[in-house]
């Protein structure tokens, strides 16, 4: 990951198929939109989405993440968004407010896929 002097990710990605629900929120916090994803890879900073629309760098999001049996809700802003054709959209999120239960989901998650390689 470090060989590259492009990369700028601070945690190790992994390939990662789950599917999830989205809320945008506005600056106050409203919910102004909704949508379903599926992550592509995730990390214990961020995660990459597929979604069918474009979101705004800088939108936030409150997302909820089926992780095997567990459910994970975290808050996370948009860092990059691209499209990949006419109905699908790849995002880039960093992780805003993501409490410690979660992350010890999220770590329990990441420890049994290393242990099924």
Known sequence: MRDDIFERRQAERRAA?????YEILS??????????????????TGLR??????????QTLRITLGLAN?????TGRVVNSQ???DELCTTGI??????QAEQRILQHYFAE???AA
Do not use: H
Not at 27 to 44: K, M, P
Not at 51 to 57: D, H, K, S, V
């Open 17 to 21: 198929l789950n599917f999830l629900d």
């Open 27 to 44: 600056q106050e916090g409203a919910i102004v939109g909704r949508g379903l994803a599926r992550t592509l890879n995730l990390s214990e």
């Open 49 to 58: 989405l597929e979604t069918g629309q474009f979101l705004e760098p800088g």
């Open 70 to 74: 567990a459910l994970v809700q975290l």
């Open 83 to 85: 499209p990949l054709d």
């Open 94 to 99: 960093q992780y805003v407010v993501f409490d």
């Open 113 to 115: 896929i290393s242990r």
